[in-house]
Antibody, heavy 121, light 113 residues
Framework: EVQLEESGGGLVQPGGSLKLSCAVSGFTFSGSAMHWVRQAPGKGLEWVGRIRSEANNYATAYAASVRDRFTISRDDSKNTTYLQMNSLQSEDTAVYYC????????????WGQGTLVTVSS | DIVMTQSPDSLAVSLGERATINCKSSQSVLYNSNNKNYLAWYQQKPGQPPKLIIYWASTRESGVPDRFSGSGSATDFTLTISSLQAEDVAVYYCQQYYGTPYSFGQGTKLEIK
């Protein structure tokens, strides 16, 4: 069974940093691209970014709203992907989900339960 | 960047009736080399993560009831629920995965009339 579990969320002051983790099981993590998606309270979904597999040179891509502030990485030995968030702003307050693509497509077929990040003084 | 626009923002339909949600992309998400539309639909219920229900614009994810169907091509897409059930109350999102940044529509809230 595919499982994704995010952790690391919490309260952080504006301008601060936070690193989220997403531990996965139930599939070959090293061969899978992983995505991060966020959802501000009461709002819609926003794609944050993705990291591809080693075979695809761990290529990353980001939304314009987070580029240059957020960095996605992965540790295939730990079956974990990370989201390093710097220079956090109030508009970054959201539930952050990690996702894995479904079989036979590159749409996000598997989602974690999410972790809440609150940016406030 | 590709902008996804859904309509309507909210929709109230009677049980057993048809529900239709539209999604329009600012540029084509049809990849000519494989003739696939890189368009997905998700269902999100309160307090839950989104659930993939349709991909490649019209392929139902495993386990999704056949009352859900997707159609359209290039820039115009539709999610149809043929006979609304109470458990279908949710917010529905379309997403293009043709190119990064992958973008979502703003969501359509589906309720029972």
């Amino acid at each position: 069974e595919v499982q994704l579990e995010e952790s690391g969320g919490g309260l952080v002051q504006p301008g601060g940093s936070l690193k989220l983790s997403c531990a996965v099981s139930g599939f070959t993590f090293s061969g899978s691209a992983m995505h991060w998606v966020r959802q501000a309270p009461g709002k819609g979904l926003e794609w944050v970014g993705r990291i591809r597999s080693e075979a695809n040179n761990y290529a990353t891509a980001y939304a314009a709203s987070v580029r240059d502030r957020f960095t996605i990485s992965r540790d295939d030995s730990k079956n974990t992907t990370y989201l390093q968030m710097n220079s956090l702003q109030s508009e970054d307050t959201a539930v952050y989900y990690c996702t894995k693509v479904a079989t036979g497509t590159t749409a996000s077929g598997y989602w974690g339960q999410g972790t809440l990040v609150t940016v406030s003084s | 960047d590709i902008v996804m626009t859904q309509s309507p923002d909210s929709l109230a339909v009677s049980l057993g009736e048809r529900a239709t949600i539209n999604c329009k992309s600012s540029q084509s998400v049809l990849y000519n080399s494989n003739n696939k539309n890189y368009l997905a639909w998700y269902q999100q219920k309160p307090g839950q993560p989104p659930k993939l229900i349709i991909y490649w614009a019209s392929t139902r994810e495993s386990g999704v009831p056949d009352r859900f169907s997707g159609s359209g091509s290039a820039t115009d897409f539709t999610l149809t629920i043929s006979s609304l059930q109470a458990e279908d109350v949710a917010v529905y999102y379309c997403q293009q995965y043709y190119g990064t940044p992958y973008s979502f529509g703003q969501g359509t809230k589906l309720e029972i009339k």
